[in-house]
């Protein structure tokens, strides 16, 4: 089983729509966890890190669910520029932060 | 403010030559460094990962090698190139004092082995 398991879409949504993507991990230690947004050809950068409480950032919201090895994003009023890669990220418990990476949601936004 | 510069940007390389990928950070001291690997449409996988100078673990077992000769410089090499690792190669930094979580990538090395 994959460490990070990530729906790999694509998911082809209208602007305006309201898209989540799911996230789940293997390991029951993992203390850290976010979600990195990846454009074409280009290298990864943080979209959000993701609280046990679960957070918002204006149109995103992040939910993690530790019980159930779970993580969410939601995308509201989803814009153009929204399409782009979507990267589920866990750290494993540990003295750094080694970066387990899912193989990404692909999300396009059409007019 | 702290940048990481990764270079170059494309390679195209034949079978069995040899490889090497450099990547410096300025303005940290001490970062926790990352080597990844994306293919074509996949995900990203840790390839060799640094905490200090000459302190190297490998994440999975391959042809490339990886050295840190000074404190914000990190290095992917290889002795004879396989068709097999060609990808994108994204180097990436930390703060290592666990004070800020988030990981800063270059902008990538896409190798093409021919």
């Known amino acids: 089983r994959k460490e990070v398991e990530q729906d790999p879409g694509p998911f082809n949504v209208p602007e305006g729509a309201t898209v989540a993507f799911n996230c789940t991990y293997s390991?029951?230690?993992?203390?850290?966890f976010f979600w990195y947004r990846q454009d074409c050809r280009k290298e990864p950068k943080l979209l959000m890190s993701?609280?046990?409480s679960g957070n918002e950032d204006g149109r995103f919201t992040a939910q993690l669910n530790r019980a159930s090895q779970y993580i969410s994003l939601l995308i509201r009023d989803s814009k153009l520029s929204d399409s782009a890669t979507y990267l589920c990220?866990?750290?494993?418990?540990?003295?750094?932060?080694?970066?387990?990476f899912g193989a990404g949601t692909r999300l396009a936004v059409h007019p | 403010s702290q940048t990481i510069h990764q270079w170059p940007a494309t390679l195209v390389q034949p079978v069995g030559s040899p490889l090497s990928l450099e990547c410096t950070v300025e303005?940290?001291?001490?970062?926790?460094l990352y080597w990844y690997r994306q293919a074509a449409g996949r995900g990203l996988q840790l390839l060799f990962y640094?905490?200090?100078?000459?302190?190297i673990s490998s994440e999975v077992p391959q042809n490339l090698s990886a050295s840190r000769p000074q404190d914000r410089q990190f290095i992917l090499s290889s002795k004879k190139l396989l068709l097999s690792d060609s990808g994108f190669y994204l180097c990436?930094?930390?703060?290592?004092?666990?004070?800020?979580?988030?990981?800063?990538f270059g902008q990538g090395t896409r190798l093409t082995v021919v």
């Open positions: 303005g940290t001291s001490n970062p926790n």
């Open positions: 993701v609280y046990s």
């Open positions: 990436a930094w930390e703060d290592s004092t666990g004070k800020n979580t988030e990981a800063f």
């Open positions: 990220v866990v750290t494993p418990s540990g003295g750094y932060n080694k970066l387990i």
């Open positions: 640094s905490v200090g100078i000459g302190q």
């Open positions: 390991n029951s230690a993992s203390q850290s």
